[in-house]
């Protein structure tokens, strides 16, 4: 049946009606989205892109703000991955800003995240690189990857040490230590009264060596007693005393005898006086190189005891060189 004029005038008017509003509703989106103002930013990432692609979203503090515009590597470098953002005009990107890839939900979604920058931070201009960082997703994933890495090499080289010829020398040295091991407690064993005589002389060495540290140190104290006595203020007043007396008998012998004779007796009065000082330079001296003596002999009688303490093993096998020059 052919369609009359009233359905073919209201099937015209519905088409144009339908067109216009297509038509009205493309040109306001479209429109809109070419009047709207964007800032272009770049973002180098390390490695990889993270999953992020062309018209991911790019979020800051959780609130979206832009997208992703492309994604290429760096002509430069191909371990770089550039990342090409628009955001919305004035959105608030300072110098401390940090975008990091991460999943915008539990579908797998990427996006990029930023976040971070205070308002007294420098604000970045568009066409400026906002600084990037590793997620935490990357950061164990890649700890995850180099764990596995070290644990694929320790079983290479267990796989390494297990094998059959390790495992034969292995077996064949623990067969040697345990024949050594065997071999010392058989010396041990028949050896052992031995020891055990070795160990009595030394500490009856020791016993006596302490009794002869102790009378050498009485000696000590008794030649101090007596330097000190010798050197002290009382003696000395009276070899002064008798330095006067010698003066005195030199004053009488001057004043009964002639000149020659008295040149004479002054001259041998003089020697005996440089005499006895002499002398008794000569016991202070000796009597102070006989105490160093006696100190320097304690002090090896100690050494010679404490060594003894540490290792009577020594009284037998003796002390190497290098042992003697150790202090």
């Keep these: ?24 509703t493309l040109i306001y989106l479209v429109g809109a989205s ?7 930013y770049y973002v180098m990432l390390q490695g990889s892109s993270g999953g992020l692609e062309a018209g991911s979203q790019v979020r800051f503090n959780d609130i979206v703000v832009g997208r992703v515009e492309r994604v290429r590597l760096d002509p430069d470098d191909p371990a770089l991955v550039r990342l090409e953002i628009s955001l919305d005009h004035d959105t608030p990107v300072t110098v401390d800003t940090v975008a990091v890839p991460e ?4 579908t797998g979604t990427k996006m ?8 007294e931070s420098k604000r970045l201009k568009p066409g400026d ?4 960082a590793a997620s935490d997703l990357s950061m164990i994933t890649t700890k995850v990857v180099n764990i596995a890495d070290r644990l694929q090499l320790l079983i290479d080289h267990l796989n390494v040490i297990t094998n059959t010829e390790n495992t034969e020398k292995l077996a064949h040295v623990i067969t040697e230590v345990e024949g050594i091991t065997k071999r010392v407690n058989e010396i041990l064993e028949s050896n052992q009264s031995n020891i055990n005589d070795m160990v009595v002389d030394a500490r009856t060495l020791i016993k006596r060596t302490d009794e002869t540290m102790a009378d ?3 000696v000590v104290k008794t030649l101090n007693h007596s330097a000190q006595q010798i050197m002290s203020a009382k003696n000395m007043h009276r070899i002064d005393t008798l330095l006067d007396t010698t003066r005195s008998v030199m004053n009488n012998v001057e004043n009964r ?7 004479a007796t002054i001259e041998s009065v ?20 006989i105490m160093n003596e006696l100190e320097t002999s304690v002090e090896n009688i100690n050494e010679f005891t404490q060594i003894l303490v540490d290792d009577p093993s020594v009284l037998i096998t003796g002390r190497n060189e290098k042992e003697r020059q150790l202090p």
């Design 1 to 24: 049946m052919a369609a009359t004029r009233s359905q073919k005038l209201r099937l015209g008017i519905f088409l144009i009606v339908s067109t216009a509003v297509i038509v009205i």
């Design 34 to 40: 070419l009047m709207e103002i964007r800032d272009p």
């Design 103 to 106: 999943m915008a939900n539990i």
């Design 112 to 119: 990029l995240s930023m976040h971070g920058g205070t308002k």
């Design 129 to 132: 690189e906002i600084r990037s």
């Design 216 to 218: 050498v140190q009485n």
């Design 257 to 263: 005898t002639s000149k020659e004779e008295l040149g």
């Design 270 to 289: 003089n020697e005996l006086a440089m005499a006895t000082q002499v002398t008794i330079v000569r016991m202070r001296d000796d009597l102070r190189r």
